[in-house]
Antibody, heavy 113, light 111 residues
């Protein structure tokens, strides 16, 4: 069974950093693009970033460029999102997805003083 | 990056048919945009329904179908069920920006 499970969310002050993780199982992790999507409270979905199977290609939404980094460890079937210089508008549920097909339950990030 | 536009809300009667559409500010939606349709019910994570414009996943009910229609991506629901009441999001590839973009979502009411 394909599963992706996010972790690492929490409350952080503006300007702070947080690292999200996504543990994958049930498929050949190193063969698939992986994606992060977020959803602010009461709002729609926003595509954040994705990374190619070998990690050589990475793409970001304009609003997080220069602040967020996406990486993966294929040996550990894990995806990461390093979030720096966090702002209040980054407050959201963050979802990990295998390409855009299998989605996790999400991890909540709150940026507030 | 592109702006993707969907109907904010639609209503369909039980057993009825409804079509949701998805337009891009960069021009006609084509297979190169690789349209995806995602369903989300309140309090639940998103669930993928359609990829590459018209392909269903193994779990997607046959009453959902995707197509390209008049320069837009379209999701047609034929024989609406009460459990189809949800928010539906279109997701397109903006190849110029090398990024994917969600539409604002369509809130579908089955009533």
């Amino acid at each position: 069974e394909v599963q992706v499970v996010e972790s690492g969310g929490g409350l952080v002050q503006p300007g702070g950093s947080l690292r999200l993780s996504c543990a994958a199982s049930g498929f050949s992790f190193g063969s698939f693009w992986m994606t992060w999507v977020r959803q602010a409270p009461g709002k729609g979905l926003e595509w954040v970033a994705n990374i190619s199977p070998d990690g050589s290609e990475k793409y970001f939404v304009d609003s997080v460029k220069g602040r967020f980094t996406i990486t993966r460890d294929n040996a550990k079937n894990s995806l990461f999102l390093q979030m720096n210089s966090l702002r209040a508008e980054d407050t959201a549920m963050y979802y990990c997805a295998r390409d855009h097909s299998y989605w996790g339950q999400g991890t909540l990030v709150s940026v507030s003083s | 990056q592109a702006v993707v536009t969907q109907e904010p809300s639609l209503t369909v009667s039980p057993g009825g048919t409804v079509t949701l559409t998805c337009a891009s500010s960069t021009g006609a939606v084509t297979t190169a945009s690789s349209p995806n349709w995602i369903q989300q019910k309140p309090g639940q994570p998103p669930r993928a329904l359609i990829f590459s414009a018209s392909n269903r996943y193994s779990w997607t009910p046959a009453r959902f179908s995707g197509s390209l229609l008049g320069g837009k991506a379209a999701l047609t629901l034929s024989g609406a069920q009460p459990e189809d009441e949800a928010e539906y999001y279109c997701l397109l590839l903006d190849s110029g920006a090398q990024a994917w973009v969600f539409g604002g979502g369509t809130k579908l009411t089955v009533l």
